[in-house]
């Protein structure tokens, strides 16, 4: 059981930045590492970043290494995605993820817990 809901998608123009949030109803995430992945039309979904249950550890992806930022806030149950110097490569549905198992993957099949995911476009 537990759901988690993402928010703050949306049109941006190229160069431009977004935040998503990820909040969590049902149960608690203080103790699951957390993770956004994004998948665009026609592809497979793909690793974003995770952040241990802590919130101490982040890990990127290459792809958005430097531009993209992960925290979490436990108190409020919550995980964001701070996302900056977007580009149309990075259209995709986001989606966050919870892993129960703390296995710290970047495979989706590795979280046990989805979101419905949030649709984020980048202009040209």
């Known amino acids: 059981q537990g759901q988690l809901v993402e928010s703050g998608g949306g049109l941006v123009q190229s160069g431009g930045s977004l935040r998503l949030s990820c909040a969590a109803s049902g149960r608690t995430l203080g103790s699951y590492v957390m993770a956004w992945f994004r998948q665009a039309p026609g592809k497979e979904r793909e690793f974003v970043a995770r952040?241990?249950?802590?919130?101490?550890?982040?890990y990127y992806a290459d792809s958005v290494n430097g531009r993209f930022f992960i925290w979490r806030d436990n108190a409020k149950n919550t995980v964001f995605l701070q996302m900056n110097k977007l580009t149309p490569e990075d259209t995709a549905v986001y989606y966050c993820a919870a892993d129960f198992t703390r296995r710290e993957s970047t495979r989706a099949g590795s979280y046990d817990l989805w979101g419905q995911g949030t649709q984020v476009t980048v202009s040209s």
């Open positions: 952040i241990s249950g802590s919130g101490s550890s982040q």
